[in-house]
């Protein structure tokens, strides 16, 4: 590596940030954590400074300072109490088009903060695990400021830039933040068990992380010929490629290869996706087209809410008119895998909330976020059984949505939807 405009420290490095820039920060796994101190630590200097990402790891420092302005492309827990729609707002859109946003100067960054991995004989950085929407913001950004992480996996696909092309850098080695899997209850398990039962052999596979999409890696472990092309992974995906249960055999677009644009998980995950060819981590707008999504055979796209009203309207982005992670890319995984030969378009949640509050809904609650429309939707599972609205009226919908609904919440449900539509 040149040592032209090396820093010495994280905090020499933030210097080069100037007051009143909008600065993009890498996410997930990749958030440089050490750098977000750092900018923390220098926040007296840059007043009207924005600080733009997806949603970031730790404890997002940054955020206690009045002098800067936070906009989150998708929100983390770790700000999730503590928008305030002012200083620290959401910014909708969908997954697929944000780095639209970056090229056509719509929201351009000045500064893109990033952690890569060290160059290689031919000069190039790896932006590692989190491509999705930063190689973008590093084309776009006029300054990009790096941390060269001996410990950054290198990654093959889109994620690699020129070290040219980084202004200034700060040469540390540090672990990534490794997220442990989350563990499903009785509810994730039986709906993961409805939701296996749709997945064919030679599926496309798109999901998320959480309980309930390592429930239902874990119930395909007898399929065969499946293939992932899905924003993000983790480490339930790795025992379906050990016993070959996914071998991309079948997929139009990149056959053989594993198509994503980020993951989190383990340091085994880690390990698994550096320098293997098999995985190509490539942009989000490439990745979550719902043309290229399309490509693939029975796509089967896994997705969550919040709540679902009765017609088949689908709350993802908000709790009310309280934000919790965003539009994301559920919109561009429902329609491409609609378009998908023989794909499924899944929404999975349990019929309860941990308060034993229905999730199956007459009627949405005020300020709820319309993510998937009653028109894009197709199946709805819970733990009581899946049931696909597809071609059905309203009242037909109704009726299989309370079929699927807890229990204890159908008679109350029926006399909801008869109530509001007597009449109507």
Request: one cysteine or more; aromatic letters at 6%.
């Amino acid at each position: 590596m040149t040592f032209k405009n090396k820093a010495d420290s994280a905090q020499d490095l933030i210097q080069y940030i100037q007051p009143g820039s909008r600065v993009f920060v890498q996410g997930a796994a990749a958030t440089p954590l050490l750098l977000l101190d750092a900018l923390a630590k220098d926040h007296a200097r840059l007043p009207g400074t924005e600080i733009m990402h997806l949603h970031t790891s730790g404890d997002a420092p940054y955020a206690d300072h009045a002098e800067f302005k936070v906009t989150c492309l998708f929100v983390g827990e770790n700000l999730r109490n503590r928008l305030d729609y002012s200083r620290i707002d959401y910014l909708p859109c969908f997954l697929s088009e944000i780095p639209q946003l970056f090229r056509s100067g719509v929201r351009k960054p000045d500064v893109a903060l990033v952690q890569v991995s060290p160059p290689d004989a031919h000069g190039l950085c790896s932006l590692g695990t989190s491509v999705d929407v930063v190689k973008a913001a590093v084309e776009t950004a006029s300054v990009v400021l790096a941390q060269v992480n001996p410990k950054m996996p290198r990654t093959h696909g889109d994620g690699l830039i020129p070290f040219s092309r980084i202004t200034a850098y700060w040469e540390f080695g540090t672990e990534l933040p490794s997220f442990m899997p989350q563990i499903p209850g009785l509810p994730e398990q039986a709906i993961a068990s409805h939701v296996a039962a749709l997945v064919d052999d030679g599926a496309t596979l798109q999901m998320g992380i959480g309980a309930v999409p390592n429930a239902v890696l874990a119930n395909l472990k007898g399929h065969k010929f499946l293939g992932i092309h899905t924003e993000t992974f983790s480490d339930g995906v790795l025992p379906l490629v050990e016993c070959g249960a996914v071998d991309n055999s079948r997929k139009l677009c990149h056959r053989g290869h594993i198509t994503t644009s980020f993951v989190s998980g383990s340091h085994a995950l880690y390990r698994f996706v550096h320098d293997n060819p098999s995985v190509l981590f490539l942009e989000s707008d490439y990745i979550n087209d719902a043309r290229n999504i399309a490509r693939n055979p029975k796509v089967v796209a896994i997705n969550s809410a919040v709540e679902v009203d009765l017609t088949g309207q689908v709350v993802a982005d908000s709790i009310g008119h309280r934000v919790i992670p965003g539009v994301g890319g559920q919109m561009d995984f429902i329609r491409g895998a609609t378009l998908s030969p023989g794909g499924k378009a899944i929404i999975a949640l349990p019929s309860r909330t941990k308060n034993g509050k229905s999730r199956i809904v007459s009627a949405l609650q005020p300020g709820a976020g319309v993510v998937t429309t009653r028109a894009h939707v197709h199946f709805i599972v819970t733990e009581f059984g899946s049931v696909n609205l597809y071609g059905k009226t309203l009242s037909e919908r109704a009726a299989e949505m309370i079929r699927i609904s807890h229990p204890d919440d159908r008679e109350e449900l029926a006399r909801a939807w008869h109530n509001n539509h007597q009449g109507a």
